[in-house]
């Protein structure tokens, strides 16, 4: 199974950036699916953002809520994080995640190869 994503790069605090992530068809109609980051310096992957199965619950982590959106485009499979005002401590490897998700500890079933978000003042 492979989630693609798309979407980093390097922005300057204040600014924003739109994430993308491809998922399977089958996977994309029966999971829900999130957003994790592995912040530079941390051995784990924190949660940012979790979306139920057909999007009908989304939930935030309090750091990012506000300023991220998660969102789903149901006709192309695509999963996104739109985030603005971004700040330093946002930069990190940036992954989507499916199925069986969870917020506390960070886990899911299946995972894209990450992306990588920086922030400069």
């Known amino acids: 199974v492979q989630l693609v994503e798309s979407g980093g790069g390097s922005v300057e605090s204040g600014g924003s950036l739109k994430l993308s992530c491809t998922i399977p068809?089958?996977?994309?109609?029966?999971?829900?699916m999130g957003w994790f980051r592995q912040i530079s310096g941390k051995n784990v992957a924190e949660w940012v953002a979790v979306i139920s199965v057909g999007g009908g619950g989304i939930s935030y982590q309090s750091s990012v809520e506000g300023r991220f959106t998660i969102s789903q485009e149901t006709t192309k499979n695509i999963l996104y994080l739109q985030m603005n005002n971004l700040i330093i401590n946002d930069t990190g490897v940036y992954y989507c995640?499916?199925?069986?998700?969870?917020?506390?500890?960070?886990?899911?079933?299946?995972w894209g190869q990450g992306t990588q978000v920086t922030v400069s003042s």
């Open positions: 068809s089958d996977i994309f109609s029966r999971c829900g």
């Open positions: 995640a499916a199925c069986q998700v969870s917020a506390r500890p960070a886990a899911a079933k299946y």
